[in-house]
């Protein structure tokens, strides 16, 4: 088959138009697809990081409202300590009465009226988480005792209390007041 110069040029021209307009299109869209990935992939890492801000702001305004609870709670337990600390006294004063009293008066009506009212106090203190302090007996521990005296007995054990000491939620409200032993033995010098 014989072909004319003129025909192969023309052919040649239009496949060469075909082929290089059928790849432009296709090139075109690869190009436009692959933007929208990037765009896709930038969008998705914005939105997660987003979401992931979001997530500690909620976890922040959580923790804020726990520990606002806990300091409303703690305000209001360290304001009844002050009112508690200012009965400790009275309750001293009362137990001093009753360790003081005439054995024959131990049974009167008026005796028995402070007696609920002495244990109506206590009661208050208990409600209120406050308990009394251990210590006779037990090794002094200066976070809960205050000494006031040494005296023969075994070194470091606490032999009296002259005044109860409180605690309330684990914290000292008052230390109690105590003799502690000096290691020597009752008559030894």
């Given at each position: 088959m014989n072909l004319s110069p003129e025909f192969v040029r023309t052919i040649s021209t239009w496949i060469i138009k075909e082929v290089t307009v059928g790849e432009e299109p296709v090139t075109q869209e690869e190009e436009n697809i692959e933007d929208l990935k990037k765009?896709?992939?930038?969008?998705?890492?914005?939105?997660?990081?987003?979401?992931?801000?979001?997530?500690?702001?909620?976890a922040d305004f959580r923790n804020y409202k726990k520990r606002t609870e806990q300091e409303k709670q703690d305000s209001l337990m360290w304001s009844n300590a002050d009112l508690i600390k200012s009965l400790l006294p009275v309750v001293d004063d009362m137990e001093r009465a009753f360790s003081m009293m005439d054995p024959h008066d131990k049974d009167s009506t008026w005796i028995e009226g402070f007696r609920i009212i002495q244990r109506k106090?206590?009661?208050?203190?208990?409600?209120?988480?406050?308990?009394?302090?251990?210590?006779?007996?037990?090794?002094?521990?200066?976070?809960l005792h205050e000494a006031v005296?040494?005296?023969?007995?075994?070194?470091?054990?606490?032999?009296?209390?002259?005044?109860?000491?409180?605690?309330?939620?684990?914290?000292?409200?008052?230390?109690?007041?105590?003799?502690?032993?000096?290691?020597?033995?009752?008559?030894?010098?």
């Open positions: 765009a896709l992939a930038e969008e998705k890492a914005r939105a997660d990081e987003n979401l992931a801000s979001l997530q500690r702001a909620a106090l206590q009661d208050v203190l208990k409600a209120n988480g406050c308990t009394e302090i251990e210590c006779v007996g037990l090794p002094f521990d200066p976070n005296a040494h005296e023969g007995g075994d070194e470091g054990i606490v032999i009296t209390e002259h005044r109860k000491g409180y605690t309330m939620k684990n914290k000292v409200l008052r230390a109690s007041q105590v003799t502690v032993g000096n290691g020597e033995i009752h008559g030894d010098k």
